[in-house]
């Protein structure tokens, strides 16, 4: 098992795959269901608006329709809290306490070139998050697809995937954690989440609100959400970056091994020690201590 880098270039445990870490922390959100706090009075839904300065502005009809469409919801240590295009709604999430990671999925192609003998790698394309609409037309023509004997597929949005690796390549998932989510954060509200995922260090309580609806022009003044997403992508990184920071830290290993190897190979000691350069009066001792334990 190879090792990753996390954060700034530590190592950390590597997974078997993406698909495996998605359906091992999903099972975890289904099978144990984050506990819904939300109350017939909606006075929790007020009070959680009431912690974030965005809302300030907002009228009572407002309010009054975020508490009929919002929700408040608890998640466990090492669960998933978002996932882009997983649910059949995107939800914007706002922290109300404890604190979540943003982990990175690296999916890369391996092979030792022939030339130089050397591993190399190679970042796989990415993979386009389906958008609601189109998720809506595809789940909708699987449903009508038994009833029908041909149905042409729905064109999907973005560029194709990429063709399957060769047999000579062998294919690593490296997973960078690179954000911290904390009291008062924003998060889910359209940033880049291609092979992203939140997921919780702590007990954490998030109050969600329905994406769509929070980009309307009435909840959307100042076009404030899209200067929060824009902010969000400039902290962190993209995926080229992180392959990059991968590679610079992959030749930093390389370097420091190398330097160890000549290192040792020129300094190799020339006289080993023999059983003669021990001292006799110590061989003696060693043999009489075995002889009084053979005793």
């Known amino acids: 098992m190879r090792r990753t880098l996390v954060g700034c270039g530590t190592p950390g445990p590597r997974y078997t795959g993406w698909q495996q870490f998605r359906t091992s922390r999903h099972s975890q959100t289904v099978h144990g269901q984050p506990r819904k706090l939300t109350p017939d009075g909606r006075t929790d839904l007020l009070d959680a608006l009431a912690r974030f300065s965005y809302f300030d502005r907002w009228s009572d009809e407002q309010r009054r329709d975020c508490c ?10 090492d669960q998933t809290v978002f996932v882009e295009g997983q649910a059949p709604v995107n939800y914007a999430h706002f922290m109300l306490s404890g604190e979540c990671g943003l982990l990175q999925c690296l999916k890369l192609h391996r092979w030792r070139d022939s030339r ?13 998050t389906e958008d609601e609409i189109t998720r809506f037309h595809r789940r909708r023509a699987q449903r009508v697809e038994p009833a029908l004997h041909t149905v042409e597929p729905l064109p999907t949005v973005g560029p194709s995937r990429p063709p399957p690796p060769t047999g000579r390549d ?3 998932y490296h997973f960078v954690d690179i954000a911290t989510y904390s009291r008062g954060s ?3 509200i359209g940033e880049h989440m291609v092979d992203r995922a939140v997921y919780a260090r702590t007990p954490v309580q998030c109050l969600l609100i329905p994406r769509y609806w929070l980009l309307e022009k009435p909840q959307n003044r100042g076009n404030i959400w899209n200067r929060v997403r824009c902010f969000l992508e400039q902290r962190q990184p993209s995926r080229d970056r992180l392959f ?3 590679l610079t830290e992959l030749l930093w290993h390389r370097y420091r091994r190398q330097l160890v190897d000549d290192f040792r190979l020129v300094h190799a000691p020339r006289h080993l020690p023999r059983p003669s350069d021990v001292p006799l009066v110590c061989r003696i001792e060693e ?3 075995q002889r009084h334990d053979h005793d």
């Open 186 to 188: 924003v998060f889910g």
């Open 68 to 77: 009929h469409r919002a929700q408040i919801r608890q998640f466990e240590p």
């Open 116 to 128: 130089t003998a050397t591993e190399r790698y190679r970042l796989s394309r990415a993979q386009p």
């Open 244 to 246: 990059r920071w991968f």
């Open 170 to 172: 062998r294919i690593e």
């Open 287 to 289: 043999c009489d201590v």
